[in-house]
C-alpha cells in the first residue's frame, strides 16, 4: 500500500481540538484540506503526523504547542501609544484587529485599554496549546 512521504501532494479531512475538548477548527464543514508534505504551508505537527499514512486510513494524533502555533512569546506583547489607533476606532479588549509593522500585515489581540495606551498581543490565539487532530488521509497525488 502507498504511504504519504515528503514530496507527496495529500488530501485530508481533519478535525482540530484543544485538550479540554473543544474543536477550534475542523474540515468536514470546509472543503478537505490539500497540501505538499514538506513545504511548511500548516503546522509541523499535522505535516509529521500524515508521513506514513495510507489512503482511507484515519488516526488521532496530539500535537504539542511547539509543533502547533508554538509556545507564547512575552515579546509579542506591547504597549503602544493609543494615538498610533485611528480616533474613531473604538478598541475593545480581546477584539483581534490587523495592523502594519516593517510593512507587513499582523493580527493582534487588544488585551488592555488606557487613555494613552494600548496593550496588544501578537502571539497566535492558539500559541502554547497542545492540540489533538484526527486526521483522515483522502488521497495522495
Do not use: W
Not at 61 to 89: C, T, Y
Not at 96 to 101: D, F, G, P
Request: hydrophobic share 35%; glycine share 8%; aromatic share 4%.
Amino acid at each position: 500500500m502507498v504511504k504519504a512521504k515528503k514530496g507527496d501532494k495529500v488530501t485530508i479531512h481533519y478535525s482540530a481540538k484543544l485538550n479540554n475538548g473543544e474543536v477550534y477548527d475542523s474540515s468536514p464543514q470546509q472543503s478537505p484540506l490539500c497540501f505538499i508534505i514538506g513545504k511548511g504551508t500548516i503546522i509541523p505537527g499535522l505535516e509529521n503526523a500524515v508521513v506514513g499514512m495510507s489512503p482511507g486510513e484515519i488516526k488521532t494524533e496530539k500535537i504539542p504547542a511547539s509543533q502547533a502555533f508554538g509556545q507564547r512569546n512575552k515579546n509579542l506583547v506591547s504597549r503602544v501609544g493609543s494615538h498610533l489607533f485611528p480616533s474613531d476606532l473604538a478598541l475593545k479588549v480581546g477584539k483581534k484587529y490587523e495592523i502594519y509593522h516593517d510593512g507587513q500585515k499582523t493580527q493582534v489581540t487588544v488585551i488592555e485599554t488606557t487613555e494613552s495606551t494600548v496593550t496588544i498581543d501578537a502571539n497566535h490565539p492558539l500559541a502554547g496549546e497542545d492540540l489533538i487532530i484526527d486526521i483522515h488521509l483522502i488521497k495522495i497525488d
